[in-house]
């Protein structure tokens, strides 16, 4: 299912593009992408995204502090490519993603200042994202709405904030449960690569070199926990959306984009 875009500057970038829904329709190629950090793009990468692709607006879940750290990459540069960032933390400290499917206190960022309360305990770290910025989950997904050109979502290895973004929207556009975990997973392919271009910034590095590299594997059941903590809580992920901002018109405008 899934269609990898082939870059010297990313290694984690696929389209979302042929994912099957519920009612036996698939998701349109073309519309949004999905990607590791867009640091190392080189000219080549610029040019088939923005010219090839038709790359319109970057979706950046990245911390302020990451940003600052790494910079906010080559796209920013380029006039017909918009920029949108969202952090998914609480930006009085600065963090990163880079354990987030790890669910323990005592391997942490560190810098991290995030307390591991007894509701991630239960939820899952994914949970949290939505509990501490839900603004920047319903404005990410209305920036993947936006229909004039491609749309790209990242973070730093494409795969715990990217993947709950990318999962939602494709709730939004009503692909099926399995095809959505399928797609979450499909990083585990190449989780070396992610981990070895996170090696080498040390924004990075210490928190990847304190754990072995499988412990930063993709699990099936770390996207289906978030997703069960919200069928069970809300009523499903539509239902969380609604509760916090997003209307009929903002889902519409989603699935049109991956749909029609």
Known sequence: MNSWIDLQGAVNARDLG???TKDGRTTRPGRIFRSDNL???????????????KLRHIVDLRSHAEVALEGPGPLTRVAEVTHHN???????????DAEADSIDADKVLPWQE?????ELRVSGFYYGYLRDRPDSVVGALRALALDDGAAIVHCAAGKDRTG?????????????REAIVADYVATG???EKVLARLRASATYRDDLDSRPADDHMPRPQYLEQFLGVLDD???????WLRAHGWTDQDGAALRARLLG
């Open 86 to 96: 969202h952090s998914f933390f609480a930006e009085g400290g600065e963090h990163t």
């Open 18 to 20: 042929g994912l099957p």
């Open 39 to 53: 640091q190392g793009l080189t000219g080549g990468d610029i040019a088939r995204l923005v010219g090839e692709l």
């Open 233 to 239: 809580r809300f009523g499903g992920p539509l239902e």
């Open 189 to 191: 392919e190449r989780m």
């Open 114 to 118: 995030r307390r591991l309360d007894e």
């Open 164 to 176: 709950v973004v990318c999962a939602l929207a494709l709730e939004v556009a009503e692909v099926t």
